[in-house]
């Protein structure tokens, strides 16, 4: 038995062992485990869907900027009507913003272009728009694709996620903090404006990674000033401040809370480091968001986010031809829309069923077995 395929046998595959993988020849076998061999010949396979379609992204890009560009007067023009009005609108407004972002989270793999310093610089002037700082996140956003699912690398650009045995092993007043964090309305509404108002405007969590992630912020920092001065001296600074923050909010919340679906989820696998692979941890480890058809153009493909963590540099909108030409991905990680607001209930995670689990759940289980930790 190779090494990988120990790694998945003490916690990692048995759960999935029959997920269809591929029937063709040049892939594994449909009735194959989910182990090291089969899960590195998909990743390998997948390099083909990698070239980036150059008219496509211009295209993709163009259409989204100014969607937003036309939803946000219209938002400002509402406001003459009703504010009831203009808050309606401010949804799809927000949905645009959110589909800015994916551009630039494309853009932060170098996936969206072809070339990297096209790339690059997109991706920074898209973080004004979005309140993003591109070489910052790019930062944060690259560990997380390096440690995904592993026990002994949380805690950047992740959601904060504690073992059954941690949760336990805290102080009362530890306890009541963790379940504040992952209380519903802090992690969906506060948690969010205060990543993207605060935290994003300055970076002191990369106190000790040089220069690039301060000027990054620094600079992102103007262009939102020089862009919210032009605005407000267009259309005052009331009226922007009832268009621009409704719409910040929401893209924020709803930014947040796909990131959360696509690895909170209750099948989703984590591993402790000497157990941990990155090409598993990333079919595994992450979600199939299956949305709307409607949602996932609004969200960029970004629920295909198993697909994603394996081959990172697929551009999104070459994810839907990934699942055409291999529709046994769908499958794997799957979580409908229903499914995923059942999710908010999850907070912790069992090592003993190998499964996330509600604070009411974990509470009835015992914390230690054969493949808990301290």
Aim: a positive charge.
């Amino acid at each position: 038995m190779s090494c990988g395929s120990r790694r998945l046998s003490k916690g990692w595959a048995f759960r999935h062992k029959r997920d269809n993988l591929s029937n063709s020849s040049t892939e594994p076998r449909a009735d194959a485990g989910v182990d090291a061999h089969n899960v590195g010949a998909l990743a390998k396979h997948l390099l083909r869907y990698r070239d980036a379609n150059a008219p496509r992204a211009f295209f993709e890009l163009g259409v989204t900027v100014g969607a937003l560009v036309l939803s946000w007067v219209l938002m400002w023009l509402s406001l003459g009507i009703g504010y009831w009005l203009t808050l309606l609108l401010a949804l799809p407004t927000a949905g645009f913003l959110v589909r800015l972002f994916m551009i630039q989270h494309d853009c932060g793999h170098g996936a969206f272009f072809r070339w990297r310093l096209l790339n690059d610089w997109v991706g920074r002037a898209l973080g004004v728009l979005t309140f993003t700082p591109y070489d910052y996140w790019k930062r944060n956003h690259t560990v997380h694709h390096a440690g995904s699912g592993n026990l002994e690398r949380r805690g950047t650009g992740d959601i904060m996620t504690l073992t059954v045995s941690e949760y336990l092993g805290r102080s009362v007043l530890g306890r009541f903090l963790y379940r504040l964090y992952r209380n519903p309305l802090v992690l969906f509404g506060v948690g969010p404006a205060y990543l993207f108002f605060v935290q994003h405007r300055l970076p002191l969590d990369q106190m000790r990674a040089g220069w690039r992630p301060w000027a990054s912020t620094l600079v992102t920092n103007a262009g939102i000033v020089a862009i919210a001065g032009v605005m407000i001296w267009l259309v005052g600074l009331g009226p922007f401040a009832a268009v621009q923050l409704p719409v910040m909010l929401l893209a924020a919340s709803i930014g947040v809370w796909l990131f959360y679906v696509q690895h909170q989820f209750e099948t989703v696998t984590w591993a402790h480091d000497n157990e941990w692979s990155l090409a598993e941890a990333a079919l595994l480890g992450s979600s199939h968001y299956d949305l709307p058809a409607v949602l996932r153009w609004f969200t960029a493909n970004i629920g295909v986010h198993h697909v994603h963590h394996l081959s990172s540099r697929i551009p999104y909108y070459r994810l839907g031809e990934v699942l055409r030409d291999h529709p046994q991905l769908r499958g794997i990680g799957r979580v409908t829309l229903w499914q995923s607001l059942r999710s908010i209930r999850l907070a912790l995670w069992d090592e003993n069923t190998q499964k996330l689990v509600s604070f009411r759940d974990a509470l009835r289980r015992p914390a230690d077995g054969p493949n808990s930790r301290s």
